[in-house]
């Protein structure tokens, strides 16, 4: 919550610059990393930490369940994508 409200009270300035959109690397020219451990989460999130933007997608299975949970997160950054197994960690 802190850092979310800092953002909002100050965002950074680069956050408004114009930027040409960047095209994506070709699947074979981008490391694919499944991530189902603390060590490799800690890992993912130091190599994240540089990025200007990153996309995520969360994949919920609710199968015989009501409100279902999340199973699979799919995060990716111009460098790099990472598949966490939610259920392992």
């Known amino acids: 919550e802190v ?6 009270e100050s ?4 956050l408004f610059e114009a930027s040409e959109p ?3 690397k070709p699947l074979n020219e981008v490391p694919c990393t499944w991530v ?4 490799l989460l800690r ?3 130091a190599e994240l930490a540089g990025e200007r933007a990153i996309a995520v997608d969360l ?3 609710s199968y ?4 279902g949970f999340c199973c699979l997160m799919q995060v990716s950054s111009s460098t790099a994508d990472y598949l966490v ?3 392992a960690l």
């Open 3 to 8: 850092e979310i409200r800092a953002a909002l």
């Open 11 to 14: 965002p950074p300035a680069w």
């Open 22 to 24: 960047a095209k994506p």
């Open 36 to 39: 189902d451990s603390v060590d």
């Open 43 to 45: 890992k993912m999130c």
């Open 59 to 61: 994949e919920n299975h």
């Open 64 to 67: 015989r369940s009501f409100q």
């Open 85 to 87: 197994d939610a259920l």
